[in-house]
């Protein structure tokens, strides 16, 4: 499976929460199957704009796709959650980027609320409209602490 994380980054998530998202996404790398090559992550950062990242291709072991998250740094912004998807559409998931056509892709975006864009819907079903997998984890950080 080709899984690709978009995080958002905007001023409403805070710095705070931002590293319990990094800490979640880090041990959640441990739990996948990346060493064998079966499993291949990608991430992306948003806010006003789309932020940084890494392709399906860059990181190959848990440990060093654990120490690329660790390492993103909290931005701040907007909710343009549709750019980020819009992105992964045309950029992430692609061969260049590491994308594989012969297993399933799966979109994860972790997010505290809404889009201030509203082709959010459109760009969803274009991504529908490719077979990908798409799942929102709102308010992580309400989910970690209860």
């Known amino acids: ?79 343009n959650t549709a750019a980020a998807l819009a992105y992964v559409r045309t950029t992430m998931l692609t061969p260049a980027a590491g994308d594989r056509t012969n297993v399933s892709n799966v979109v994860v975006v972790v997010t505290d609320g809404h889009s201030d864009n509203a082709n959010y819907t459109q760009v969803c079903k274009k991504l529908n409209a490719l077979h990908v997998i798409c799942y929102t984890i709102k308010e992580l950080y309400v989910i970690i602490y209860g």
């Open 1 to 79: 499976m080709d899984i690709v994380f978009v995080v958002d980054e905007s001023g409403s998530i805070t710095s705070a929460n931002f590293n319990l998202t990094k800490s979640f996404l880090s041990q959640l790398a441990g739990r996948l199957d990346i060493d064998s090559g079966r499993t291949r992550v990608g991430l992306v950062t948003f806010a006003t704009r789309v932020g940084t990242g890494f392709n399906l291709n860059d990181y190959p072991t848990i440990a060093s796709m654990q120490s690329a998250v660790l390492s993103l740094n909290y931005s701040t912004g907007g909710t």
